[in-house]
């Protein structure tokens, strides 16, 4: 069982950055793919980017892309998101989650991650 904590949301202007942490307790997190999504009020939940147990490769949803970065130190338990230029369409409360099975590859559907943190708000505003 693996607990994890989000952290690093916000309120932020558009083109800002914000830097959001999933910290791991628990147990370690360093060989599994790890994913964060997000979910806006009145939507379903959605892939943003997910990274493997390694770090060896990412992923992202096409609407981030080139904005977002994702990145994890197995040291510290800890995975990042790192947000630029953000816009309104961002705004969204971001869940850090983990697949439950050892070494396999990214996944961008939440029903394959197994442990999710209970979500930090995010809001850019105009």
């Known amino acids: 069982q693996v607990h994890l904590v989000e952290s690093g949301g916000g309120l932020v202007q558009a083109g800002g950055s914000l830097r959001l942490a999933c910290a791991a307790s628990g147990r370690t997190i360093s060989r599994y793919a790890m994913g964060w999504f997000r979910q806006a009020p009145g939507k379903e939940r959605e892939f943003v980017a997910a990274?493997?147990?390694?770090?060896?490769?990412?992923d992202f949803a096409q609407a981030v892309k080139g904005r977002f970065t994702i990145s994890r130190d197995n040291v510290k338990n800890t995975v990042y998101l790192q947000m630029n230029s953000l816009n309104l369409e961002d705004t969204a409360v971001y869940y850090c989650?983990?697949?439950?099975?050892?070494?396999?590859?990214?996944?961008?559907?939440?029903?394959?991650?197994?442990?999710w943190g209970q979500g930090t708000q995010v809001t850019v505003s105009a």
């Open positions: 990274i493997a147990w390694n770090g060896g490769s990412t």
């Open positions: 989650a983990s697949r439950s099975l050892r070494y396999y590859d990214t996944t961008t559907d939440p029903i394959d991650y197994a442990y």
